[in-house]
């Protein structure tokens, strides 16, 4: 590829990524319910407290979409979409299959690659790193953004997520087990 290929590819994959999780931010600020709608759904998913997480939720991801959009600050941004994302992954598409239509985790998988992608390609020449002459790509950048962003969310995770427990089923209430004689 070439290098103005691989600027473009670059500036492509930011319009694309960036002002999605813009938007998605956003919504959980300004969107149906708001803020008071997305600390009901974070309680529900067993982050606590789901007031101080409905917020960073929504600023990190307003961050990390502005931060991709312009190309600045090399691969954190990139970090903080995969830790947004591996959040997610656990606690609200865990265990609803591959397709984001049925809950799966489709959607926090192709953004975390996406973002691990982007910080493999740097943010190009026409972006704010590249403008100011501070270009992070490659495997290194890859990696950190993989790992930096995992590690922080495996961190958050530990330290608040506390989902209630499924209840169980009552003794007896099991349906019996058919013999077809």
Known sequence: MTARGHDVAALVLRA???????AHGWNKVAGPGGLTGTTGWFEALGLRPARAHARMAAA?????GVGIAV??????PAAAAVGLMTVA???????KGFFVFKGG???TGVVGGAAVALAALGHGRYSLDGLLKRQHA????????????TAGAVALLAA???????PAEPAGTAEPERTDD
């Open 105 to 107: 985790w489709e959607y």
């Open 60 to 64: 990190t991801e307003v961050a990390a």
């Open 89 to 95: 992954a656990r606690t609200d598409h865990r265990g």
């Open 160 to 166: 608040c997520y506390r989902p209630e427990p499924k």
């Open 71 to 76: 190309g600045a600050a090399g691969p954190l």
């Open 16 to 22: 694309t990524l960036g002002p999605m999780l813009v």
């Open 138 to 149: 490659g495997t290194g950048a890859a990696l950190l953004a993989a790992g930096l962003g």
